[in-house]
């Protein structure tokens, strides 16, 4: 059973500050992991992909890769309260591209 | 990226019913995809629709209850058949195509609006 964890949450911070968001996986065959954003009542929007070992920044956005822990991070510099919302991590393994998501994790920033 | 779109976007349906589900997506894509998301849940997925394939199911998913149609590389459809309240859920389709992040590009999965079904 290929898993996806998310157990850390809600997740409330103060506006400017950093948001951690943590998601491990089973699988050591997994090769591509994604964090996706979800607003209340609307579909899954991709915010930053990453496969390679290390950290990726993209605007305020900064991916963590560990594959020896498997463990993969999301790190929101700025807060604002627009980013308030919940935050699915989703992790391909094999070369069928099916993704398998974690429960997300709810953030809210406080103005 | 790529620009999906679903209808209908929700519907309210009697059990014992079925629905049709269509997602519309503006470039050729091969690989499409489609969730269940129950509320206050995660994405779990139903079946991988290539065009000219049969649709590969995911455990706990049979044909008979979700048959899907690939006719061309922009359409598929999903269809709940004989509806039960447990089958009140959101469904998303979803594609594969070209995405960048940090400058770097690789095929990723964008998702369409979604469709509300609730069943009574």
């Known amino acids: 059973q290929k898993e996806v964890e998310q157990n850390s949450g809600p997740l409330s911070v103060p506006e400017g500050a950093i948001a951690s968001l943590n998601c491990t996986y089973s699988?050591?065959?997994?090769?591509?992991f994604f964090w996706y954003r979800q607003y209340s009542g609307k579909s899954p929007e991709l915010i930053m992909f990453?496969?390679?070992?290390g950290d990726k920044e993209d605007g305020r956005f900064t991916a963590q890769l560990n594959k020896a822990s498997q463990y993969v991070s999301l790190l929101i510099r700025d807060s604002q309260p627009s980013d308030s919302a919940t935050y699915l991590c989703?992790?391909?393994?094999?070369?069928?591209?099916?993704?398998?998501f974690g429960k997300g994790i709810t953030l809210s920033v406080r103005p | 990226s790529a620009v999906i779109s679903q209808k209908p976007s929700r519907d309210i349906c009697q059990r014992g019913t079925s629905l049709t589900i269509q997602c519309q997506v503006d470039?050729?894509?091969?690989?499409m995809f489609w969730y269940r998301q129950q509320p206050g849940q995660s994405l779990t997925l139903i079946a991988t629709?290539?065009?000219?394939?049969?649709?590969?199911?995911e455990s706990g998913f049979v044909i008979d209850k979700f048959p899907i149609s690939r006719p061309n590389l922009t359409f598929s459809t999903l269809t709940v058949s004989n509806m039960s309240p447990e089958d009140s859920s959101i469904y998303l389709c979803?594609?594969?195509?070209?995405?960048?992040?940090?400058?770097?590009?690789?095929?990723?999965?964008?998702f369409g609006p979604g469709t509300r079904l609730l069943v009574l």
């Open positions: 979803s594609v594969e195509a070209p995405g960048t992040s940090g400058g770097v590009s690789q095929e990723t999965q964008y």
């Open positions: 699988d050591r065959g997994s090769q591509s």
């Open positions: 990453i496969y390679s070992n």
């Open positions: 989703a992790v391909v393994t094999g070369a069928n591209s099916k993704l398998t």
């Open positions: 470039s050729q894509v091969t690989m």
């Open positions: 629709a290539n065009q000219g394939s049969e649709a590969t199911y």
